[in-house]
């Protein structure tokens, strides 16, 4: 069974900071893909990375994936009340049946206080 | 382009009653999977449907069944429900040759009393 750890669980930060929301599995992915969620929404997708080592950058966020496509983190910086929202990272595979699934970690529920 | 949509989006039952959720794909996706998000949790995979069959399935069990229609619409189906089954159930629909992420609905948010 494929596990995605996500941590921290829960974080509260002042506008202005930075932070780092990490993501790591024993398993190898094809690939990675960060989602934000609000409440009562479904995730959206924020990334995907594919290849071990990459770097992507989106605005104020920097995601990378780890060189063993086994773990990942997103940063952000300075960071905004408008950034509040549930973090989630999900590993890519694929099941016998060739369908690809998401293997999701726990969330990381981000607080961004003005 | 229309998202995913989802219905209904709170459902209230009681233990051992069966229910169907229902979701349209966005438009242009012919792959649909399902997930099951208990609070304060991130989503389980449930199954994924692709040209009207199942092609992949989570560590959920057979009371949880699916279909998929024609216009790629889909339902979900939960048999003698049990209290744990409270949860939210989202839908997510993307194209089979597309490398991009899954787009989600809304979710149904079911309450088992």
């Known amino acids: 069974t494929q596990l995605l750890e996500q941590s921290p669980q829960f974080l509260s930060i002042q506008e202005g900071e930075n932070l780092t929301v990490y993501c790591n599995s024993s398993?190898?992915?094809?690939?990675l893909q960060w989602y934000r969620q609000e409440p009562g929404e479904g995730p959206v997708l924020l990334v995907t990375?594919?290849?071990?080592?990459e770097v992507k950058k989106l605005k104020r966020l920097t995601f990378q994936f780890g060189d063993a496509r086994k773990d990942s983190s997103l940063h952000i910086t300075a960071a905004q009340p408008g950034d509040t929202g549930l973090y989630l990272c999900?590993?890519?595979?694929?099941?016998?049946?060739?369908?690809?699934?998401?293997?999701f970690g726990s969330g990381t529920q981000l607080t961004v206080l003005p | 382009e229309t998202g995913v949509t989802q219905s209904p989006t709170h459902l209230i039952k009681t233990r051992g009653q069966q229910v169907t959720l229902r979701c349209s794909s966005q438009?242009?996706?012919?792959?649909v999977s399902w997930y099951q998000q208990a609070l304060g949790q991130g989503p389980q995979f449930i199954f994924q449907?692709?040209?009207?069959?199942?092609?992949g399935r989570g560590n959920f069990p057979p009371r949880f069944s699916g279909l998929q229609f024609p216009n790629y619409s889909s339902e979900l189906n939960v048999n003698a429900l049990e209290l744990d089954d409270s949860a939210l159930y989202l839908c997510?629909?993307?194209?089979?040759?597309?490398?991009?992420?899954?787009?989600f609905g809304s979710g149904t948010r079911l309450t088992v009393v």
């Open positions: 990375v594919v290849t071990g080592g």
């Open positions: 398993s190898v992915f094809s690939s």
């Open positions: 438009s242009g996706h012919n792959t």
């Open positions: 997510a629909s993307s194209h089979t040759n597309s490398n991009l992420g899954y787009t």
């Open positions: 449907y692709y040209r009207e069959e199942e092609n």
């Open positions: 999900a590993g890519v595979s694929y099941s016998s049946g060739s369908a690809r699934q998401l293997t």
